[in-house]
C-alpha cells in the first residue's frame, strides 16, 4: 500500500488553506475512471481540524472516492479526536470500500 498524505494547502496552493489544518491522501497504485483524465496520483480523502464550535480542536475526515457499484452502506466521514486517528480512519474506510466495489481500478 503506497497510500501517502500531503497538506492540502501545497495540493490546493489558491485554495486558503493553512499550512498546518488540513492534509489530503493519494493512492498512487490506482486510476479511477473519469471524464477528464488529470495527470497525477488519485485523491482518496482528506482531514482537516475542526475550528471553533462544539467539536472544535477534532479533526474530521473524510474518505472521497464513488465508484459504480452498490451503495456503500457505512459512513464516508467523520470526527476524530486526533490527526493520526483521522487518518487511519480514511485509509481503513476507502480499503474497505475498494473491496466492495464490482471491479478493481490498477494503475
Known sequence: MSIYWMKTADVYPDGGWREDNAFSAFDPDV?????????????????????????????????????????????????????????????EVYLHYLATRPQQYPR
Not at 35 to 41: A, K, L, R, S
Not at 59 to 78: C, E, H, I, K, N
Request: charged share 30%; no cysteine.
Open 31 to 91: 486510476r479511477f475512471p473519469r471524464f477528464h483524465m488529470v495527470e497525477g496520483d488519485e485523491p482518496i480523502g482528506n482531514v482537516r481540524l475542526v475550528e471553533g464550535g462544539l467539536e472544535s480542536g477534532k479533526w474530521r475526515w473524510s474518505m472521497t472516492v464513488a465508484l459504480p457499484g452498490q451503495f456503500y452502506d457505512r459512513p464516508v466521514s467523520g470526527v476524530e479526536d486526533s490527526r493520526g486517528a483521522a487518518g487511519r480512519r480514511v485509509i
